[in-house]
């Protein structure tokens, strides 16, 4: 069989034979180029099935071999990047001043993967090697995302370029500049994969793989390292409130280890309900949820478990499901998400009185015993018992000791903030003379400075003019001056004049001392600590890395003369799920961008949306992305696993 170029060409040779091509020669040999041009630009339509199977496999054979070059022609650029990077480091290690990161958190990773190598040895000391996608512990401990999902391992988070260390920082020594860390002992933080501490000792089979074993892995010695630059960046622990049978009792929901032990317990529950012998009192007892807290954690987790029985466990335990399943949600305050708009708070209310929820407001739980939690009603003396089996703990934060140690190596009258360590505008700790020690995210809060202390000094600086009395323009100079040292002045940048106006109630067109003062103590009224919030955490890492990337001069107590700016924050809005594919987001407060739209509280399913791709964009990898992806269509798809591992 002739291909078919040597037709083509055949065809031509016998045309071309006669030289000299008349109008009807060229027409005639007119369809046969446009046919063969068509075949080699594979455009033909009136192709054969196999020509077209052909020309798909050859278009896929060059594909797949360009695909696949370029996939391992990177992979390979990767790993030569890697070891390079990899042996760079090893080798310059001692050379440049060393910043020592503690925690692989929220607030750490930003800054870890924004610090410049090239100036600062970084090493990063946790004894957690993963960051964990904190938000999303609500789906996890229901089962609606997998635990490998929400975390991502900090080595490939950050590269080669920052050595990790997995062990736990438990004293710090301002003076010599140095830390000491162990990898266990007695205050060891929930490591979060523990699968050893989640499995019940007792009941296994010997020889099962799952028995509990004493292996000597996990066998690393004390040490000590020098720092040039801490940053101390580890998060917060549960706060009890000092109430009787927390520790014992309830679950807290902070690391992935609480979101398992939680998925299991709400699985043992309902086995323990499904024994024939179960009375029907014990049988309600068993299938009684409670959650204290009414704050987002609470309300997600609240929301995540009502998704859970309607969805899945009503099909496998529907009687059950019908006559004895109850969440009740207690909180102290008169609302629940009391930290957002009013709206979203009735709507929330109003919306899990829908999902079946019970909310108890304005009641305090006095003990949680291993079968009932004790409550009290405010302005009552009256104690009320509501057994249950399940109680989730979400009620706020409190200081770790390291964080606590570390105040009072410095001294208590500095560090006078019992919830972190004080920081000024820059997020150096207050009371490290030479600014060697930074502290981020939930552990730290930044000291605004009062504009009332200083009153006598920014007033005689703005009265340029020294009449005792400053103008309006004055004041507008004072204010833009000085904003950037006292941010509570922003609350008059918008309108300066209605300020100046409001402030000189004599109606002179000047102010006095005293009226400034009483107009300055209105600003330092708005002074609010900032939330202990992922957002705040991350913003402050990414800020503290690009500081120190600035810095000319290592004196780290001259920041104001190198003209780098303090820390300020930026509000995006903040987001609950809140269950049934809905979710609420309230954007008041946010800037710069979102204020000038003036958003108004969202709530509904298009919240719910938005929700879910602002969690997908802000998982850190491409995996993790995917990941999160997969698993919420499985969840739609399939439901929720409710097995018991
Ligand atoms: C269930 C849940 C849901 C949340 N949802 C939201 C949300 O929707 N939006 C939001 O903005 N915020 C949310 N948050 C709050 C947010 O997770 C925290 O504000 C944030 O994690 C604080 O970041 P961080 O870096 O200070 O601490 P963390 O992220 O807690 O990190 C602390 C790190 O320090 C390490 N560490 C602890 N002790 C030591 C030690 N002695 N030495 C060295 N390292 C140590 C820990 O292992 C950890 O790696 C949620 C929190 C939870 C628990």
Not at 517 to 522: A, N, P, Y
Request: net charge positive.
């Amino acid at each position: 069989m002739l291909s078919r170029s040597t037709q083509f060409l055949q065809q031509l040779t016998t045309i071309n034979s006669r030289r000299n091509l008349s109008f009807k020669q060229f027409n005639q040999i007119k369809p046969i180029i446009n046919r063969n041009l068509a075949w080699f630009s594979g455009q033909s339509r009136k192709d054969t099935f196999g020509g077209k199977l052909k020309r798909r496999l050859k278009n896929f054979f060059v594909i797949t071999v360009v695909g696949l070059g370029t996939y391992y022609g990177y992979r390979s650029y990767r790993r030569y990047r890697w070891f390079n990077d990899m042996s760079d480091s090893d080798k310059t290690s001692g050379t440049k001043p060393r910043v020592v990161v503690l925690g692989t958190g929220w607030s750490a990773v930003p800054l870890l993967k924004h610090i410049d190598t090239q100036k600062y040895e970084v090493v990063c000391v946790s004894p957690r090697n993963y960051f964990l996608m904190t938000p999303l512990l609500p789906s996890v401990s229901v089962g609606t995302v997998e635990t490998r999902t929400v975390i991502e391992s900090i080595r490939s988070l950050i590269g080669p370029r920052v050595k990790f260390i997995e062990s736990h920082c438990i004293n710090v020594d301002p003076k010599a500049k140095i830390i000491t860390c162990i990898s266990d002992g007695e205050q060891t933080v929930a490591r979060g994969d523990n699968v050893k501490a989640v499995i019940a000792p007792s009941g296994r089979t010997d020889g099962a793989s799952s028995r509990i074993i004493k292996d000597s892995a996990r066998v690393r010695p004390e040490f000590q390292m020098k720092y040039d630059i801490l940053v101390v960046a580890i998060g917060s622990e549960n706060n009890t409130f000092n109430t009787p049978g927390v520790e014992e009792h309830a679950h807290f929901l902070k690391e992935l280890l609480d979101a398992r032990r939680i998925r299991s317990a709400i699985s043992d529950a309902f086995e323990s309900a499904m024994t024939p012998t179960q009375t029907v009192e014990e049988r309600k007892r068993l299938l009684h949820f409670v959650i204290v807290g009414g704050g987002p954690t609470g309300v997600e987790f609240a929301a995540e478990l009502a998704d859970l029985v309607r969805e899945d466990l009503q099909t496998y335990f529907p009687r059950l499901v019908a006559n004895d399943v109850k969440i009740t949600l207690i909180e102290a305050l008169d609302h629940i998400l009391s930290m957002m708009d009013k709206q979203i708070s009735d709507y929330t209310e109003r919306h899990f009185h829908r999902e079946n929820i019970d909310v108890l407001m304005n009641t305090f739980v006095k003990e949680v015993k291993q079968r009932e939690v004790i409550i009290q009603l405010k302005d009552s003396n009256e104690l009320k018992s509501l057994p249950c089996s399940v109680v989730v703990w979400a009620t706020g934060i409190k200081a770790r000791s390291l964080t606590n140690k570390l105040r009072e190596i410095i001294g208590l009258n500095i560090q006078s903030n019992r919830m972190g360590l004080l920081t000024d505008q820059y997020l150096r700790v207050k009371g490290i003379d030479d600014g060697s020690i930074f502290a981020l995210g939930d552990c730290a809060t930044i000291q605004t400075p009062k504009l009332v202390d200083r009153i006598q000094s920014l007033f005689e600086e703005a009265d340029t003019e020294h009449r005792s009395a400053l103008d309006l323009q004055q004041f507008r100079t004072l204010v833009e001056k000085k904003i950037t040292e006292f941010p509570q002045l922003e609350i008059f940048s918008k309108s300066v004049e209605k300020a100046f106006t409001e402030a000189d109630k004599e109606k002179s067109g000047y102010l006095t001392l005293a009226a400034l003062r009483s107009t300055l103590e209105k600003a330092d009224h708005k002074i609010r600590a900032l939330p202990a919030t992922a957002q705040v955490a991350s913003q402050e890492g990414r800020y503290v890395a690009d500081l120190l990337n600035q810095l000319t001069d290592t004196q780290l107590n001259h920041f104001e003369q190198q003209n780098l700016k303090p820390f300020r924050y930026k509000h995006m809005g903040s987001l609950a799920y809140v269950g049934g594919d809905e979710a609420v987001v309230d954007f008041t407060g946010s800037k710069p961008l979102l204020d000038i739209f003036k958003l108004k509280p969202m709530s509904g399913r298009s919240a719910a949306y938005l929700w879910k791709s602002f969690y997908l964009t802000e998982m850190f990898t491409g995996r993790t992305k995917t990941l999160l992806a997969f698993d919420w269509v499985r969840t739609h798809v399939f439901g929720r696993d409710i097995s018991r591992y």
